[in-house]
C-alpha cells in the first residue's frame, strides 16, 4: 500500500474516533493519536516485513547481489525493479523506475508526515470546537473559525494534494509491481497489480 493509501487509514481512523468523542461531549488528546498512529505503524511494519521475506526469497532465488534491500524503506523499490528485470509500459521500455519509485515515496511520505502533524494540531487544540455535518449520509467536521498558525494547519491539512500523489505514486507502483508478476506470474499479473493497489496486505502476501 503508497503512503496515501496509509494515511486515508490513519484519517478515517482518527475521523471516527474523534466523532465518537464528540458524540460523548469528549475531545480527543495527544496521547489517543499517538495511540491511532501506532496502530497503523504496527500494520504498516506487519506488511513490510512480509513484502520484505518474499522479495528477499526471490532475490536469494534469482542470485540478486543486493537481497538486503528488501527490508530497507524505500530502497525497496530499487530491488523490485532488479527482480522484474526490463520493464516496458505501452511497448516502451521504462527506465530507473525503482528509483523513480523511491523518490515519489520520499516526497510523499514527507508531505503526509507534515499532513498527519496539522491533523494532530487541530484535533487537540480545536477539537473541543469542532462541529458536524452530515450530507448524503456522510459526517463531515466543520472547524470553527481560525486564526494564525491554527489557520496554517487546518489549511494545509484541507490542501488536498494527497490526490494527485497519489494518482501519481499509484501509477508507478502499478508499473513497477506489474513488472514484477509478469516475470513470475505471467498470466495473472494484471489483475495481481491492480489488487494490490486496493486491498493493503494482498502485495506483502502475494509477493511472499
Known amino acids: 500500500m503508497t503512503s496515501p493509501g496509509w494515511f486515508s487509514v490513519f484519517d478515517w481512523l482518527v475521523g471516527n474516533f474523534a466523532l465518537n468523542l464528540?458524540?460523548?461531549k469528549q475531545q480527543m488528546n495527544k496521547y489517543q493519536i499517538l495511540a491511532i498512529f501506532a496502530i497503523v505503524?504496527?500494520?504498516?511494519l506487519i506488511t513490510f516485513i512480509l513484502q520484505g521475506i518474499g522479495l528477499y526469497k526471490m532475490a536469494k532465488k534469482t542470485g540478486a547481489k543486493r537481497k538486503y534491500l528488501a527490508f530497507v524503506p524505500f530502497a525497496y523499490t530499487l530491488l523490485v525493479e532488479e527482480l522484474a528485470g526490463e520493464i516496458s509500459f505501452f511497448g516502451r521500455r521504462v527506465k530507473h523506475l525503482g528509483l523513480?519509485?523511491?523518490i515519489l515515496e520520499i516526497v510523499s511520505v514527507t508531505y503526509h508526515a507534515f499532513v498527519v502533524w496539522s491533523m494532530a494540531v487541530l484535533y487537540v487544540k480545536n477539537g473541543a470546537s469542532l462541529q458536524y455535518v452530515s450530507y448524503n449520509g456522510i459526517?463531515?467536521?466543520v472547524w470553527p473559525q481560525l486564526?494564525?498558525?491554527d489557520l496554517y494547519w487546518r489549511e494545509f491539512y484541507q490542501l488536498?494534494?494527497?490526490a494527485l500523489i497519489a494518482l501519481v505514486e499509484s501509477i508507478i507502483f502499478l508499473m513497477l509491481y506489474?513488472?514484477?508478476y509478469k516475470r513470475y506470474a505471467y498470466n495473472n499479473?494484471?489483475?495481481?497489480?491492480v489488487i494490490g493497489l486496493f486491498i493493503p496486505y494482498f502485495k506483502p502476501i502475494v509477493v511472499l
Do not use: F, H, N, T
Not at 499479473?189 to 497489480?193: D, E, T, Y
Open 41 to 44: 505503524g504496527a500494520l504498516w
Open 22 to 24: 464528540y458524540k460523548q
Open 189 to 193: 499479473a494484471k489483475m495481481l497489480s
Open 147 to 149: 486564526s494564525g498558525a
Open 100 to 102: 523513480w519509485a523511491m
Open 160 to 162: 488536498g494534494i494527497e
Open 139 to 141: 459526517v463531515y467536521p
Open 178 to 180: 506489474m513488472g514484477l
